[in-house]
């Protein structure tokens, strides 16, 4: 479900470039002229992008404590 989300409404609308993409470059290059509104955009867009990030971190973490537990008892 994340990676659906962020395949859709993290990089929506998709032409010419991802709606993410330009606020990003937007925040790097200084972010003069931002609104609260174009904030709220960040986040929108961004939050699926985080979630699934955060899933994937929480994933290999478990990952690696089983892996380190399965050693430990070798």
């Known amino acids: 479900m994340a990676l659906i989300l962020s395949l859709t409404l993290g990089l929506a609308p998709f032409m010419p470039e991802p709606h993410?993409?330009?606020k990003v470059r937007w925040v790097l290059g200084g972010?003069?002229?931002m609104e609260p509104m174009d904030?709220?955009?960040l986040v929108l867009h961004g939050?699926?992008?985080i979630y699934l990030i955060l899933l994937l971190a929480i994933r290999i973490n478990s990952h690696l404590k089983?892996?380190?537990v399965n050693s430990d008892k070798t």
């Open 31 to 33: 972010a003069s002229g």
């Open 66 to 68: 089983k892996s380190q």
């Open 39 to 41: 904030y709220f955009d």
């Open 47 to 49: 939050g699926p992008w």
């Open 20 to 22: 993410l993409v330009g």
